[in-house]
């Protein structure tokens, strides 16, 4: 595949701003996949253990925020017919 960086340039001048505000993150996502994930994570006063993963990830299923296991299927395309 050849790059047309002239073409590139022609439809790039015919995007809205919201939609090259959309094309600038993904080449950054692109470039620096890590950098820009970490730019907008929260940042936590302590790493969390082991133990206080599986404890938060407890707490979520009992407060009804988890996914069932059907549904992930179903998501997946590997549902049983």
């Known amino acids: 595949m050849s790059i047309d960086r002239n073409g ?4 790039l001048d015919r995007l809205g701003q919201s939609q090259l ?24 006063e302590a790493p969390i253990t082991p133990a206080a993963a599986l404890n938060s990830a407890h707490a979520a ?3 009804g925020e988890g996914i069932p ?13």
């Open 8 to 11: 590139l340039d022609r439809m």
């Open 21 to 44: 505000a959309a094309i600038i993150h993904l080449l950054e996502v692109m470039t620096d996949p890590i950098g820009c994930s970490l730019a907008s994570a929260p940042v936590d």
């Open 61 to 63: 299923i009992q407060r």
């Open 69 to 81: 296991h059907e549904e992930i299927l179903r998501e997946f395309g590997l549902a049983s017919r």
